[in-house]
């Protein structure tokens, strides 16, 4: 996880990829892997999605060529590699997020996200423990106790070795410590509540409750803005067909798995960044059409829209 000012609070000067980054591009970064599928409770089934063979293959792929060319001529860069990570993780390229990953943590050794970020792009990539990623992650946590992502994956091994009673007391105490209306929070309560029922574990009195928070500021996890701005020599035109790719395929996901309250929040900020209102209108309509009938996230989605300045359209 990078970043701890909330997304929105950030700075009003902010360019526009970064103001995205922080939400949508950032979705596909959550620090947490969890489960989103029915049919797929897996715990280290990632949150930045899967693979997308229905995308359209464009800007984005040329964006990380771009990268992948800059780094060539610029081998030392931390933020390069993180953000070149993060964008293989994006697209479903796990040993060559690791990779990145493993690079960045070579020149910013002191660094615990380099090292949480590679435990997690090698554990996902794994359906059994990986040797390499519990080292990443044991490094992750001798630098940063508090890394979100190096105590869920840790917890995720666990539960993989048959330790699921002390997988699921990590991932309580990892909730407890997660801050209010986190994009993970209720993935991850799912996650424990699933791993309970499974190995038949009581939880009575062990979740705290949920705390009310604002809906559309809650930090978000992801690159960084001074990882974008670093890694980064796109001019701004370039900059925005890369975020409107993002946007669009965020879109395109959300269409198809639209049980997702965080999603749309991400979708109604990315397009009043972008300027265009009636699409965050559309965006809050479809997500309140989701969850008809639910209407605790109805009202969520709602305050969310409100803080945004999202505009009811009929």
């Given at each position: 996880m990078?970043?701890?000012?909330?997304?929105?609070?950030?700075?009003?000067?902010?360019?526009?990829?970064?103001l995205i980054a922080a939400g949508v591009m950032a979705a596909a970064s959550a620090a947490i892997a969890l489960s989103r599928?029915?049919?797929?409770?897996?715990?280290?089934?990632?949150?930045h999605g899967s693979v997308e063979p229905d995308r359209p293959v464009g800007s984005v792929e040329e964006k990380v060529a771009e990268l992948e060319a800059k780094l060539k001529k610029e081998p030392d860069n931390p933020p390069g590699w993180r953000l070149l990570g993060w964008s293989y993780y994006e697209m479903g390229d796990l040993m060559r997020s690791a990779a990145a990953y493993r690079r960045a943590a070579e020149i910013e050794p002191g660094n615990a996200e380099n090292w949480s970020s590679l435990g997690e792009a090698l554990q996902t990539a794994s359906t059994e423990v990986s040797p390499?990623?519990?080292?990443?992650?044991?490094?992750?946590?001798?630098?940063?106790?508090?890394?979100?992502?190096?105590?869920?994956f840790s917890a995720v091994q666990?539960?993989?070795?048959?330790?699921?009673?002390?997988?699921?007391?990590?991932?309580?105490?990892?909730?407890?410590?997660?801050p209010a209306g986190a994009p993970w929070?209720?993935?991850?309560?799912?996650?424990?509540?699933?791993?309970?029922?499974?190995?038949k574990i009581d939880?009575?009195?062990?979740?705290?409750?949920?705390?009310?928070?604002?809906?559309a500021t809650a930090a978000i996890p992801g690159p960084s803005a001074a990882d974008i701005a670093a890694a980064s020599s796109m001019p701004p035109s370039q900059q925005s067909e890369m975020v409107r790719g993002m946007v669009?395929?965020?879109?395109?996901?959300?269409?198809?798995?639209?049980k997702d309250a965080q999603g749309w929040m991400r979708l109604m900020r990315a397009r009043m960044v972008l300027g265009e209102a009636e699409a965050?209108?559309?965006?809050?309509?479809?997500?309140?059409?989701?969850?008809?009938?639910?209407?605790g996230t109805q009202a969520q989605l709602n305050r969310a829209a409100d803080e945004l300045g999202v505009p009811r359209g009929g």
């Open positions: 990078t970043g701890g000012a909330p997304a929105g609070r950030r700075h009003s000067s902010m360019p526009t990829i970064i599928s029915g049919d797929d409770d897996s715990p280290t089934k990632a949150a390499e990623a519990a080292a990443a992650f044991a490094r992750a946590l001798k630098l940063d106790p508090t890394d979100p992502r190096a105590r869920y666990k539960d993989l070795k048959g330790e699921h009673e002390a997988a699921v007391s990590d991932w309580i105490a990892l909730l407890k410590d997660t929070e209720q993935d991850l309560r799912r996650t424990i509540e699933q791993a309970a029922a499974k190995a939880l009575a009195g062990r979740i705290p409750a949920p705390r009310e928070t604002s809906a669009d395929r965020l879109a395109s996901r959300l269409k198809r798995e639209p965050a209108s559309e965006a809050l309509r479809s997500g309140l059409a989701a969850f008809k009938g639910d209407a």
